[in-house]
């Protein structure tokens, strides 16, 4: 049987790509994920996590999706992020499908529906809050998927790390209004954090 684990990062970022990532791995080596030491994404280090790089991509597949803040500017970030999970499932069509679950409890099965009727055929679904934590293969997901993301921001520069609460990420961004420059097309200027730095230059 065939799993994949399915986990995004910057999903909550003002700046930079949603990245979807993907790992699919044959079911009686999952152990072997465990035994790399690989769990949610957010409890290594930067460091750990580059170096679990190598040991899982030999016991399995990674396919990464990148959602652009200009795409994400566009259009909406959570039909945005299912098409990307059944982009990625249709690319694989596995046995077993493990997603962190991008949304309330209350409305994953709603969103199982959706993803049903976009891939088209029914695989096994498990759809969890905290199942980056808990299912190997989504820790895998979450790993390939952070490390991408924090290289896309890396390329930005002196940026911090894009999230809205960074104070170096908002006086990045305070730079581009106090100066009247248009935002890169790494900015997701629909987000809240923008209006809000905006108000407060204004006052």
């Known amino acids: 049987m065939r ?18 990532g993907a790992f699919t791995v044959e079911e009686h080596r999952i152990d072997e994920i465990r035994a790399t030491g690989a769990t ?3 409890k290594l280090s930067a460091k750990r ?4 790089i190598e040991p899982l991509s030999e ?6 999706c990148e959602i652009t803040a200009r795409q994400i500017d566009a259009e909406n970030i959570n039909t945005l992020e299912e098409q ?16 962190d679950a991008p949304c309330h409890p209350r409305a994953i099965p709603a969103f199982e529906a959706r993803l049903q009727r976009a891939i088209g055929y029914t695989p096994e679904l498990i ?37 809205p609460s960074d104070p170096t990420t908002r006086a990045w961004l305070m730079g581009f209004i106090e ?3 248009a935002f890169p097309a ?7 954090t923008i209006q809000n730095l905006v108000q407060e230059h204004l006052s």
């Not at 996590?49 to 679990?52: G, K, M, V």
């Not at 016991?59 to 990464?64: A, R």
């Not at 499932?89 to 997603?99: N, Q, S």
């Open 49 to 52: 996590r580059q170096a679990l």
């Open 59 to 64: 016991l399995g597949s990674i396919q990464i």
């Open 127 to 163: 759809v969890e809050p905290k199942a980056d934590l808990n299912y190997p293969p989504c820790s895998a997901a979450s790993i390939f998927a952070k490390v991408r993301r924090d290289h896309r921001i890396h390329q930005l520069g002196e940026v911090g790390s894009g999230y």
């Open 3 to 20: 799993v994949m684990g399915l986990d995004e990062a910057g999903r909550g970022c003002v700046l930079g790509p949603l990245v979807v």
């Open 40 to 42: 949610d994404s957010k």
């Open 179 to 181: 100066r009247q420059e």
């Open 84 to 99: 990307a999970f059944a982009a990625l499932i249709l690319a694989e069509r596995p046995d077993r499908v493990i997603i």
């Open 186 to 192: 790494c900015v997701r200027t629909r987000w809240g």
